[in-house]
């Protein structure tokens, strides 16, 4: 018989602070979550997100400025390091990942490296393989970034855990209250 890993899970929610425009669904962070091998981590990161339908991955480190994506959903597997991020924009709030994290950021959520790009390294994928753009909280991005953000549809399935929870426990919750 298998033993569960035990998790803990954080959810965020990251308003609109007139800059970024953030979002109503919460940024998810699974601490500890990923068991990982020793040789080939982010492969097995990718063949993971890829199990559960988030692809178009790529490997590197978190940029150093704040960006966010207005046509999709974003998934980071950490594998390496560890370090600060700012999710939300300058008045943000502040998480703390390592390797074996996974941080889950709605359409439209800002987010930083607060250390060092390569302080950390990670892999990241979109959900059903999305394409991605970027966004700096720059005049004359919104409104068309908020009409982007409004037509992104909640993904089928969690990166991480499929079905059973995550994405579709806190973001279809989200909706809801919408």
């Known amino acids: 018989m298998s033993e569960q890993k035990v998790y803990v899970e954080y959810s965020y929610p990251i308003n609109d602070d007139g800059t970024f425009p953030n979002s109503h669904l919460p940024v998810l962070l699974y601490k500890g979550i990923l068991d990982l091998p020793a040789l080939f981590p982010a492969a097995h990161i990718e063949n993971l997100f890829k199990a559960n339908h988030w692809s178009n991955s790529w490997k590197s480190g978190i940029f150093t400025y704040h960006h966010y994506h207005s046509i999709t959903h974003e998934v980071l597997g950490f594998y390496k390091g560890h370090g600060s991020l700012m999710l939300g924009g300058e008045n943000g709030t502040k998480v703390s990942v390592e390797k074996g994290d996974v941080l889950i950021i709605p ?43 409004k037509e992104v549809p909640l993904p089928e399935r969690d990166p991480i855990l499929g079905l059973k929870g995550g994405t579709n426990k806190y973001w279809i919750e989200a909706e809801n209250k919408k």
């Open 107 to 149: 359409a439209g959520v800002a987010h930083k490296n607060l250390g060092e790009e390569n302080d950390i390294h990670c892999v990241g994928a979109y959900p059903e393989g999305k394409s991605y753009d970027m966004n700096y909280g720059k005049t004359g991005e919104r409104p068309r970034a908020d009409m982007n953000i």
